[in-house]
């Protein structure tokens, strides 16, 4: 499946997180991407990180999202058919995310991720789960995504970009499976098990904001805030532990 869907993901890092957060991305899950790029305000041929024109800080996310996903496009286009954009304290399972687009259409102007039903017509992805855009949204976004149509900077990042996307007539898709249980997760696993959401999630989650084992999918994609020590954990019980004499079939949980 990996050669069949392709997907490059772009990390958002900063000089200050390398060694203490995107290092641990490296040595997890960002190998299992086609190919991984990881988006600073500086170049580091070491790591290494892409050095875009902008400066560090929350009121610039905005700006580097617009500048990271342009560099993709004029850099790698043909590199992949989705784009997947996530923060350096996200955790990507990627054969559930190439899963997940296996009955999707990478030529269609659509994105995908964890959905808010706020501020954006028919709603937006939240930036901290991660989002996935389709090569023919990406394609709209570097080429007619421009200052008389889309915020270039400020604002909240994964809202200008929602915004922005939807002028552009790119639909901010579905991700929930069959069983109506969430993939893209706006926070580490234990709060999605256990509750104890901020009272915004309640407002504007569009899946009603619900916790337990049981509204998690099977297939999970991503879970966000998660620690290095979580991460690693998560890379253990994910692709390590079996328990012993239980065979797990293969689940059809695409819509």
Same mark, same amino acid.
């Given at each position: 499946?990996?050669?069949?869907?392709?997907?490059?993901?772009?990390?958002?890092?900063?000089?200050?997180?390398?060694?203490?957060?995107?290092?641990?991305?490296?040595?997890?899950?960002?190998?299992?991407?086609?190919?991984?790029?990881?988006?600073?305000?500086?170049?580091?041929?070491?790591?290494?990180?892409?050095?875009?024109?902008?400066?560090?800080?929350?009121?610039?996310?905005?700006?580097?999202?617009?500048?990271? &996903?342009?560099?993709?496009?004029?850099? +790698?286009?043909?590199?992949? @058919? !989705? #784009?997947? %954009?996530? =923060?350096?304290?996200?955790?990507?399972?990627?054969?559930?995310?190439?899963?997940?687009?296996?009955?999707?259409?990478?030529?269609?102007?659509?994105?995908?991720?964890?959905?808010?039903?706020?501020?954006?017509?028919?709603?937006?992805?939240?930036?901290?789960?991660?989002?996935?855009?389709?090569?023919?949204?990406?394609?709209?976004?570097?080429?007619?995504?421009?200052?008389?149509?889309?915020?270039?900077?400020?604002?909240?990042?994964?809202?200008?970009?929602?915004?922005?996307?939807?002028?552009?007539?790119?639909?901010?898709?579905?991700?929930?499976?069959?069983?109506?249980?969430?993939?893209?997760?706006? &926070?580490?696993?234990?709060?999605?098990? +256990?509750?104890?959401?901020? @009272? !915004? #999630?309640? %407002?504007? =989650?569009?899946?009603?904001?619900?916790?337990?084992?049981?509204?998690?999918?099977?297939?999970?994609?991503?879970?966000?805030?998660?620690?290095?020590?979580?991460?690693?954990?998560?890379?253990?019980?994910?692709?390590?532990?079996?328990?012993?004499?239980?065979?797990?079939?293969?689940?059809?949980?695409?819509?």
């Amino acid at each position: 499946m990996k050669k069949k869907i392709r997907v490059l993901c772009w990390v958002m890092t900063s000089p200050q997180s390398l060694s203490t957060k995107a290092i641990h991305v490296k040595h997890t899950w960002g190998k299992r991407c086609n190919k991984i790029l990881y988006m600073s305000s500086v170049s580091d041929p070491k790591f290494p990180t892409i050095g875009l024109n902008i400066s560090e800080g929350r009121q610039h996310l905005t700006g580097k999202t617009m500048q990271a &996903f342009r560099y993709v496009y004029q850099n +790698h286009f043909n590199d992949a @058919d !989705w #784009f997947m %954009k996530a =923060d350096d304290d996200t955790y990507v399972i990627v054969e559930n995310l190439r899963y997940f687009l296996s009955t999707k259409n990478p030529n269609d102007p659509i994105y995908f991720g964890h959905h808010f039903k706020t501020i954006v017509k028919g709603g937006y992805h939240s930036g901290g789960a991660g989002y996935v855009l389709s090569k023919e949204a990406l394609r709209r976004f570097a080429l007619l995504g421009n200052s008389q149509l889309c915020r270039q900077d400020g604002g909240a990042e994964d809202a200008e970009i929602g915004s922005c996307l939807m002028k552009l007539n790119v639909t901010a898709g579905k991700t929930v499976d069959n069983l109506g249980r969430s993939r893209f997760h706006c &926070f580490n696993l234990n709060t999605h098990l +256990h509750g104890g959401f901020p @009272d !915004w #999630f309640y %407002k504007y =989650d569009s899946n009603g904001a619900r916790s337990g084992i049981h509204n998690i999918s099977d297939y999970p994609i991503t879970f966000h805030y998660v620690s290095p020590k979580e991460m690693h954990a998560l890379e253990y019980y994910v692709y390590h532990l079996r328990p012993f004499g239980i065979v797990s079939g293969a689940q059809d949980l695409n819509v």
